[in-house]
């Protein structure tokens, strides 16, 4: 069946960076983008880019933009988000989501936690 | 501050119907019809429930539906179901290339 799985949740110090990997199965893993959003705890969804494995090419919220960095391997059909220089401000449950040429998201990944902490 | 913005809240009783509303700007929401709304419960991953403002995925209940006036978008939840407690965001394409989602609803059921 078409999903997407995430990888582990991880416990960073301030200043370090993250690196969290969404693996796709079931379907042509070019053949879609992929967004990247991410939940701070209690408060609501904010997109923090778009990312085509296709080409390997990515469009990054501004107030990303600089600190993210959206790769893939498409020998395992695997798209990665890194975040660096992490800040409290950056402990939230990140989702990748399979996503029609239109943006709508209609596969998800379980999410993966990342808490920033001294 | 969210780009698109949403009640906090809404509520209905079972069998009512509700709308939720969505606005954005000339640059967003007013431009394209690439409008979408995910449904989420607490705990899990949101879900899509209508995309290019008016298409249901398969399996979605067609007692969602959407439409879009100018810069504001709505959903529209027909014969409410205690299930549908959730909060709901919108989610638009704009013009600098970016997916912007609304601030969230909470829907109560009462």
């Known amino acids: 069946q078409v999903q997407l799985v995430q990888s582990g949740a991880e416990v960073k110090k301030p200043g370090a960076s993250v690196k969290v990997s969404c693996k796709a199965s079931?379907?042509?893993?070019?053949?879609?983008?992929v967004h990247w959003v991410r939940q701070a705890p209690g408060q609501g969804l904010e997109w923090m880019g778009r990312?085509?494995?296709?080409?390997?090419?990515?469009n990054y919220a501004e107030k990303f933009q600089g600190r993210v960095t959206m790769t893939r391997d498409t020998s395992i059909s695997t798209a990665y988000m890194e975040v660096s220089n992490l800040t409290s401000d950056d402990t939230a449950m990140y989702y990748c989501a399979r996503t029609y040429s239109s943006g709508g998201g209609d596969v998800w990944g379980q999410g993966t936690k990342v808490t920033v902490s001294s | 501050q969210s780009a698109l913005t949403q009640p906090a809240s809404v509520s209905g009783s079972p069998g009512q119907s509700i709308t939720i509303s969505c606005t954005g700007t000339s640059s967003d929401v007013g431009a394209y019809n690439y409008v979408s709304w995910y449904q989420q419960h607490p705990g899990k991953a949101p879900k899509l429930i209508i995309y290019?403002?008016?298409m249901r995925p398969s399996g979605v209940s067609n007692r969602f539906s959407g439409s879009k006036s100018g810069n504001t978008a709505s959903l529209i939840i027909s014969g409410l179901q205690a299930e549908d407690e959730a909060t709901y965001y919108c989610n638009s394409y704009a013009s600098t290339s970016t997916w912007p989602f609304g601030g969230g609803t909470k829907l109560t059921v009462l």
């Open positions: 079931g379907y042509s893993f070019t053949a879609y983008y």
């Open positions: 990312f085509n494995p296709s080409s390997g090419g990515a």
């Open positions: 290019d403002v008016t």
